[in-house]
């Protein structure tokens, strides 16, 4: 039988860390790592703009399935009626992807944003579009365009039972709410690999003064890619002995995927918002990723300014949106919170075995001495 578990009670035995343990581990700023120089949102979340709201589910079955979904909602009404404008940047397209034409074509979202493991994307988006076809006033939709995205879990999660159940996309869907965002090993990012290390769920924000618009970006994150860790700079990959082509025989490639959820409230149109989207594989390339040949690397960027809402059924959109001079502060905004949302998924990711192997978390007291011995006195 499934065994899907929400986050709350996310505590069974030894292969479900309790979250008293999976608190316990910090964040990146409880290590003094806060890139950039905009100030976080209170959440320092996606969630800091108002409206979005995250849900999970994480899934496991015995000693083989280790998965889950997120669910990113991009305000609290329909999505399918109150349509927001969106756009998609591509760093690397090994990747599944459900809904991604659609999007690209119309520049909007009707749906909201699922994350999940590679080979259950097509079970994901048919459960979406089952709940949202049952949401009142789509008594009368007859398309609608499900945006699902992935990275392969299959090291710790037996990937090929495609494990995920439309109940486990209800329970993240219906569960989503606006406050703190559980990270780690949770949701979608329960069975992924990050740097060699466990990696999952991570998130963060900037709010920009008001001398720059006031504007908040913020970023969610499914870590499962390779490289060579670096974090704010710091080398960690290389003094932990753990990085992509180490060793004479090289055979760690650095293979691996990246999915990345952009949320502003800043009026942008979806050609702007494209421009966001790509500079937040500048944040994914902080960290030291190789972008592989074998990684999918995605980044969804979708704005909630009602200034840019799009009725569904709107003969005429009228709308005010920033210019283009008044983009830069946003781009570096993303470029931040990129970057230290992808270091709370591999701080925050607890360890976690399944199909006879373990994939341990990152060793907070050896991180603490790296960093500690490159910065300055």
């Not at 409880?30 to 959440?43: D, H, Q, R, S």
């Not at 849900?55 to 349509?83: C, F, K, M």
């Not at 392969?152 to 439309?166: C, H, Q, V």
Request: net charge neutral; hydrophobic share 40%.
């Amino acid at each position: 039988m499934n065994v899907s578990v929400a986050l709350s009670f996310a505590a069974a035995a030894n292969l479900l860390p309790g979250s008293a343990w999976a608190q316990a581990r910090p964040r990146a700023r409880e290590l003094g790592i806060a890139p950039g120089v905009f100030t976080p949102g209170a959440n320092n979340a996606i969630t800091d703009v108002v409206g979005v709201k995250v849900g999970q589910a994480t899934v496991n079955e015995a000693d083989r399935v280790r998965t889950g979904i997120t669910a990113i909602l991009p305000h609290s009404g329909n999505a399918y009626l109150s349509r927001v404008p969106a756009a998609l940047h591509v760093g690397n397209a090994f990747g599944k992807l459900v809904g991604a034409t659609q999007l690209r074509e119309l520049g909007e979202l009707e749906t909201p944003i699922l994350l999940t493991c590679t080979l259950c994307v097509w079970k994901a988006a048919d459960a979406m579009a089952e709940w949202m076809l049952a949401q009142p006033g789509m008594e009368r939709v007859r398309s609608i365009n499900p945006v699902v995205g992935e990275t392969n879990d299959g090291g710790l999660n037996d990937i090929r039972s495609r494990p995920i159940t439309a109940a486990d996309v209800k329970r993240a869907l219906e569960s989503a709410t606006d406050g703190p965002v559980e990270e780690g090993s949770v949701g979608a990012g329960r069975g992924t690999v990050a740097f060699g290390w466990k990696g999952g769920i991570g998130t963060s924000s900037r709010k920009l003064p008001t001398s720059l618009g006031g504007h908040t970006v913020g970023v969610i994150v499914q870590s499962n890619y390779g490289g060579v860790l670096q974090m704010d700079g710091v080398p960690v990959g290389k003094e932990m002995n753990q990085y992509a082509y180490r060793g004479a025989a090289g055979t760690e490639r650095g293979d691996g995927s990246v999915m990345v959820v952009v949320a502003t409230d800043a009026p942008l149109s979806d050609r702007n918002l494209e421009r966001l989207a790509a500079r937040a594989m500048l944040g994914v390339g902080r960290t030291g990723a190789s972008a592989s040949n074998g990684s999918g690397d995605y980044v969804l960027a979708f704005s909630t300014a009602a200034e840019v809402r799009r009725a569904w059924d709107a003969r005429r959109l009228t709308t005010t949106e920033l210019a283009n001079e008044e983009s830069s502060a946003l781009f570096q905004a993303v470029i931040e919170a990129t970057e230290e949302a992808v270091y709370n998924s591999i701080l925050k990711a607890t360890t976690v075995s399944a199909a006879g192997r373990t994939v341990d978390a990152i060793n907070i007291d050896r991180l603490k001495e790296i960093l500690v011995r490159y910065r300055p006195k």
